[in-house]
Structures are given as C-alpha cells and as structure tokens.
C-alpha cells in the first residue's frame, strides 16, 4: 500500500510547487498550420521504420486546437504550476530570421489562459524540435546552433518575460545526445558514437547563451535547465561492474552535470582528450557555468550496469518499447551493458521501478555538488498500459492506473523524506515537482504507444477522459491547500511572535502582582 494523500500532503512543505508537464512536439500536432516550419523530428518521423508502428505526430494530442480545454482540466485538476515547451519552429519556422507572428500569438493564449485560471506558467525553451534548417545544417555537431539558441531565448524573453515565474532553457541534453548523435534512436538519426560529443558540447553552449540572453533582457522569472538523471549501479561484486557503472555514470549524468555545476568537465573526459576534435574557447566554460536560480531534475530510474556486451546494449524488453534493435550494439563489441532488476515491477517501456532510488539520485546530487541551486524535479512519471472501463448504464468510462498511481505517490513520497531535515539528501532545497505528464503523447521514436498521461488520450477521436491518477493528484492538491489553510488560521488565531525587543527580559524582576 502507498501513503494517502492525506498523509503525503503532510509532508509537502510551504511553498512547494505541485505541477504537470508536457512538450510541444508530443502534444500540439498541426505541424503544418499557422507558419509553422519543419522541424528535424517531422522529417525523421517520416522514415519508415523510426517510430514504432509507423506512428505520426502530425495530430499527436491536437493540443494545438484543444488548448482552452487542455488548460480547463489542469484548472480542475487544481495543479500550481504547468511546464510547457515553446516550439521552436512555430516561433521561428527556420531557426533563424524572422518570427512567425501565429507562432507568438499562440503561445500568448496559452500563457493567458494559464495566467487567467491561476496556473504558474513554467517555459521550457528547447525540447528537442530543432528547426530543420538548423539540423540540415549540422544541429547540435554545428556550433552555431548554440548562438540561435540564445537568439531565440532573446526573442522569447521578449514576448513572454512578463508572464513566465520559471524559464528551463534545455531539456535533457543528455538524451539528445545519447539518442539522436550517438545511437541514432532519435532525431536526427546519427549513430556516431563518440563522434557525438561535440553535440554535448554545443547544447551546453546553448544552454549558457540562453541563460545570457534571458538575464540581458531582465526577465522576472527564476532560470533553470532540466538534466536526467539515473543512479548506476554495479550488477555484481565485480569491480569490473563497478567500473563500468562509473564510466555510465560519467557518461549520462556527470558529463551534463558537472559543467553547468562546476564549470569543468568530468576528470576522465578532460584526460581523455575525448574533447580533443574540437577546439572550444576557455570562455565556454564561464558561460555554461553561470549560477542558476534552481536546478531541474527528470527522475525515472536507476539503471543496472554489466561489464561486456551481454545479449544487448539494453534489455530486451526495453528496446521493444523504444522501437529499436539494439542487439547489433553487443555485436560491436561494446564495453559494458544495461541489466534488467528481476525483482522490480517495469513500465511499459521495460524501466524498473525502484522508489528508492529517488533518494539516491537527490544524495548523490547533493554530495557531488555543494554550491547546488534549490532543485525542481521537472519530471517524473511512468508509462503503464491503460485499462478503459466502461459502465453500460451511463456509458462512462474510468481508468483505474493503480499503477501509475503508486509510482507517483512512492517517488513523491521518497523526494520528500529525503529532502526533509534529518533525510539522507537534506542539503537539498527541494522548490517542486511535475508529474510527466498532464496528456497520452506522441512519445518520440515510441510513436503512441507509451502513455505517460493523467489524462488519457483517445487517438482517433482525441477525446480526454482522466485516469485514477487525475483523481489522486486532485486529492493531494486538496488535502495540502486544507492544511496550508489550517496553518495559515492557527498562525493568525496565535497572533505574530513577539520580537527580540518585545520579548521579556529575564534580568528584569518580575512585577509583584499583589502590590
């Protein structure tokens, strides 16, 4: 049994923001309406064979046309903040140039109906729909992507930085690079291996150009970028396990991390010279480095890393989910590989669930990193197969996701321990979670097959309907207002605390009430 809303409410401490993300690639569609220009996805979802089924996200959610409705069930479900990301391609159709003026308008609706239903807008600045023009021209391998990534912050900063309380500059960098330079399994397709790095690199640039950008124009909300992050564990004993679940970690956590935390790249990479293909200017270093008002995280799992090639790169059931065959990676020799936790419930896309591994990645981020900023998770979720119940009387339906459900209140409620005095990561100043995500998406090289949402998504005929998990959210939204209401009545029944010069003194005798 998982904690009850009740009691989970009670640990969320003041101010703490509960909120649901999305991204605009995965929920929009309308990819060729209103000025719209092509982005790098829309052409590597096209090819036969890269997302799974053939799936399209030409239409994906219909957020686009669905946006009032979509912002109406986040009302209801009473949420604090939404993140979104802005499509770079609606906003700016060649990823440099002219603006699209359908592209701004939209995003002013969006944040005015956000605004007007008391919804805290969160803006992610760059969720992988890189403009075509700018994939075609190198993407993330092409150093000047990085500067049209801190135009196109100026021009957002421009046109929203009164209304935005929180802006995210990068989302995940690590997987873009992992997935579309280095694997090949996303876009822009390319499998490069080491190869990709300068794609880290690049995006990290972005990521302090943007930072720049939107402090030149002295936007009011607080700045942030989002990394994942997955502890790595050693499958065995083994200090050949041990090794290669260090080199992992270097790989998918410390290699985004460190630069933006520290301001220098892991030890290893440096004495590598991986860096050595190309020359980047010490400067890089003070603008990937410069100090941020908070730090996002995105927590789905630990990952279980093996020396050798194993029968795959990834468990099988994990690149089924992704759509990918990625035996030919064990056939190439690789070094180490991913192990599946027998023990541990999947998702649908074949990750383990391990709650306490929340608390690992919060301590391993805070012993790593002393000078942390205060920590948002900016997402955390899971995918699990939907069962529609269906009542013939009243032809409702309800989506009974118990599991989803759970996998939300245990990594929550595992944040929140931690992260309280006396917790193994209570360094951490934890500001927020969003749950990924508020809709069934377009869920990248997946296609439609994953769903993330607390709304389901019917994908012929787009209709929303909520999942247990809405209903849950609403009811820990709730129990923490009636608390927070509760405290605010006893503070104001009990009255201030008497300051330091209206305090009595203990050195002054005490009136003699007889006299």
Known sequence: ????????????????????????????????????????????????????????????????????????QMKQLGVDSYRFSLSWPRIQPKGSGPVNRA????????????????ISPMVTIYHWDTPLALDDAGGWLNRDTAYRL???????????????????????????????????????????LLDALPAVHHQLLGHGLAVQALRAAGVPGEIGMSNVYSPMVPNTINPLDKLSAGVMDIAQNRLYADPVLTGKYPDLIRAAKFFGSFDHPDEDMLIISQPLDF????????????????????????????????????????????????????TAYGWPVKPEYMGVALKEMAERYPNLPPVILTEIGASFEDIIVRDKSTNNTFIPDERRLKYLSDHIETALRATAPGGEAEAIDLR?????????????????????????????????????????????????????AADAAVAKAIGPKPTDSEAPDDDVPALDATA
């Open 1 to 72: 049994m998982h904690i009850t809303a009740k009691d989970l409410a009670g640990l969320i401490p003041p101010g703490f923001t509960l909120g649901v993300a999305t991204s605009a690639f995965q929920i929009e569609g309308a990819l060729d309406e209103d000025g719209r220009g092509p982005a790098g996805w829309d052409v590597f979802s096209a090819k036969p064979g890269a997302i799974v089924d053939g799936h399209s996200p030409a239409v994906a959610s219909d957020h686009y046309h669905r946006m009032p409705d979509d912002v109406a």
């Open 103 to 118: 592209g701004l308008d939209f995003y002013d609706r969006l944040l005015d109906e956000l605004l007007a239903n008391g």
């Open 150 to 192: 801190g135009e196109f912050a100026a021009i957002a900063a421009a046109a929203y930085g009164d209304r935005v309380a929180r802006w995210v500059t990068i989302n995940e960098p690590a997987t873009v690079a992992t997935n579309g330079y280095t694997l090949g399994l996303h876009s822009p397709g390319e499998a490069l």
């Open 295 to 346: 730090y996002g995280l995105n927590y789905y799992m630990p990952t279980k890393v093996a020396v050798g090639s194993g029968d795959g790169a990834v468990p099988a059931g994990m690149a089924e989910a992704m759509g990918s065959d990625l035996t030919a990676a064990a056939g190439s020799g690789t070094p180490f590989h991913i192990e599946p936790w027998p023990e541990a419930d999947i």
């Open 432 to 484: 927020g979670v969003y749950v990924w995500s508020l809709l069934d998406n377009f869920e990248w090289s997946a296609g439609l097959n994953q769903p993330f949402g607390l709304l389901h998504v019917d994908f012929d005929t787009l209709e929303r309907t909520p999942k247990a998990s809405y209903f849950w959210l609403q009811e820990l939204i709730e129990e923490r207002n009636l608390a927070t």
